[in-house]
Nanobody, 119 residues
Framework: QVKLVESGGGLVQAGGSLRLSCAAS?????MGWFRQAPGKEREIVAA????????YSADSVKGRFTISGDKDRSTVYLEMNSLKPEDTGVYYC???????????????WGQGTQVTVSS
């Protein structure tokens, strides 16, 4: 079973930056970052597919957040710049070890790390 450990969350003022890290204990097809704000559904923020190093970013964070990683170490990072209060939420790292056709099932999740952006 893949174990995931996130770090790097915290309290930051609007316009500031944070860098999240996630280390997985095993191999995966893809790893990604999701977030959930109070009273809202969990949403994908960014993901990386190890084959081809393909990345995805949600429209809401394009130009501000960058995902990167090290396949051999099963480690991903999320560089967050120009943070806004609406970025506040619990950020979860996830790993996909199951592929349904061309779709990835994120079947392993970390505990989450809180990101709070003050106005």
């Amino acid at each position: 079973q893949v174990k995931l450990v996130e770090s790097g969350g915290g309290l930051v003022q609007a316009g500031g930056s944070l860098r999240l890290s996630c280390a997985a204990s095993g191999h995966s097809f893809s790893m990604g970052w999701f977030r959930q704000a109070p009273g809202k559904e969990r949403e994908i923020v960014a993901a990386i597919v190890w084959a081809g190093e393909t990345t995805y970013s949600a429209d809401s964070v394009k130009g501000r957040f960058t995902i990167s990683g090290d396949k051999d170490r099963s480690t991903v990072y999320l560089e967050m710049n120009s943070l806004k209060p609406e970025d506040t939420g619990v950020y979860y790292c996830a790993a996909s070890t199951v592929l349904h056709g061309s779709k990835y099932e994120y079947d392993y999740w970390g505990q989450g790390t809180q990101v709070t952006v003050s106005s």
